[in-house]
């Protein structure tokens, strides 16, 4: 059984989910898709939503509180910082009130949240304290080492790193984590439809399965025991482990 800790389901065409996933939406329209993709999967879709460092609608706070109360999201995100452009960058003071208001709702409802950064890891640290408080905070495309990876864990904080497509497209810090993490702490993603590799349009929810396979390499582990413990992470990170183990 594989689990995809993250990606966009109501933007992905024609896919009928086969696997456990968390899908995170940022607009009412985009959530109430997703919520009905979610209704009809039998439990294998858990839905997320949250205020996007790159689209930081504070309007929408609301109706994230109105989703937590009703608990209709597992997860609060994505939401965090993302600087990887002057532009991004100059809507710091956004990004940051927008991060604070997710952060305090999912520390609140006691639901994990998902973090999207780049190019701004400082700020992990700057709000760890207030970190340490959620029952679980996932990390979704983890951009940076596995050094960083344990100085976020040696803060108390219940992280989880999630690692996608950059594995297959070589990416040495992705793969440096996959190597030398505890497994216990890695989630697998495919953040479909986006975070393409060179050539293609869109990103395939099923293109999880090779996400797995190149784990296995990198590990040095064989597809049964990663599945396993992919599963046991997925579920320990958002709050739903049960009686399977």
Known sequence: MFCDSHLHIAECEDFVPAHFCCSCAHSKEEFFIQEEIALKSGGKVLCAFGLHPQKTLLENIDFLESLLVQKRILAVGETGFDFFTPELKSCEVQQKKAFEMCLELATEHKVS?????????????????????????VFHSFAFTARDAVSILNHGINAYFSFGKPLMNGNKKSIGCVKELPL?????????????????EKTSPLQIKQVYEKTCEIRGMNMEELENCVLKNFFNAFGIAGNIF
């Open 113 to 137: 949240l998902v973090i999207h950064d780049r190019k701004a890891l400082d700020l992990v640290f700057f709000y760890s304290s207030a970190l340490k408080k959620c029952t679980s905070v």
């Open 184 to 200: 216990e702490r890695i989630l697998l993603e495919t953040d479909a439809p986006y975070q393409t590799s060179k050539g293609e």
